[in-house]
């Protein structure tokens, strides 16, 4: 969903950003590099101590390398299949490490261990999801398919934890996990029934 947003916020927003990168001689795998390490530090620093708000501060301000780094290496010429494999690695990573901090948090300062088993959901479910995906096109099938795309989980997790923080409103933060935990389910049954539904097709 939002997905049509990419084009805005790389040639309006983030244009200067890349621009700048390029005339330094950033490589593209280095801001997925360096971002992938401010998401897990803001993620694990920030989160598990009870830092909700400077959490999404930190890791808001790393995020969008997602964007920058594809938008260096098409305006450069410098995409790679080796480029789209790190980006997607360390993609898990970033993830696992925002949800990995929330269940954390859950299980210190938070202290409810319903919203650490809903936080470990989202986490493994959310990996699933994109395993499912990469695997689906790896055997030659499609499975772009499901309701809980990767960027729509991160910005709703990352907006209403802050917003959360802001205004003392916890269960923003909470009603956001259940969507969360239920759509990433609900994604993967939808992939998997996509490619068995290709599979039997083929067959």
């Known amino acids: 969903m939002l997905d049509r947003f990419k084009a805005f916020w790389q040639g309006v927003i983030l244009a200067p950003i890349v621009n700048l990168f390029i005339r330094l001689g950033v490589s593209p795998d280095a801001v997925t590099l360096v971002g992938t390490v401010g998401v897990s530090v803001g993620a694990l620093a920030f989160?598990?101590?009870?830092?909700?708000?400077?959490?999404?501060?930190?890791?808001?301000?790393?995020?969008?390398?997602?964007?920058?780094?594809?938008?260096?290496?098409?305006?450069?010429?410098?995409?790679?299949?080796?480029?789209?494999?790190?980006?997607?690695?360390?993609?898990?990573?970033?993830?696992?490490?925002?949800?990995?901090?929330?269940a954390l948090y859950f299980a210190g300062p938070g202290d409810s261990r319903l919203y650490l088993w809903l936080s470990l959901i989202c986490l493994v479910m959310g990996s699933v999801t994109s395993y499912a995906r990469a695997?689906?096109?790896?055997?030659?099938?499609?499975?772009?398919?499901?309701?809980?795309?990767?960027?729509?989980?991160?910005?709703?997790?990352?907006?209403?934890?802050?917003?959360?923080?802001?205004?003392?409103?916890?269960?923003?933060?909470?009603?956001?996990?259940?969507a969360l935990a239920a759509a990433s389910t609900v994604t993967v049954g939808q992939r998997i029934w996509t490619v068995r539904q290709q599979a039997l097709a083929a067959e």
Not at 66 to 91: C, H
Not at 143 to 166: F, H, K, N, P, Y
Request: aromatic fraction near 12%; include cysteine.
């Open 47 to 102: 989160f598990p101590r009870g830092h909700l708000l400077a959490g999404v501060i930190f890791i808001t301000c790393f995020v969008f390398s997602d964007l920058v780094d594809g938008a260096m290496a098409r305006k450069t010429g410098r995409s790679s299949s080796f480029g789209a494999f790190l980006d997607s690695t360390l993609d898990r990573i970033g993830d696992g490490a925002i949800f990995g901090g929330l």
């Open 135 to 178: 695997r689906a096109e790896g055997l030659g099938y499609t499975a772009q398919v499901g309701i809980a795309e990767r960027s729509d989980r991160l910005v709703a997790i990352l907006v209403m934890t802050g917003l959360g923080a802001i205004f003392d409103v916890p269960e923003l933060m909470f009603v956001t996990l259940w």
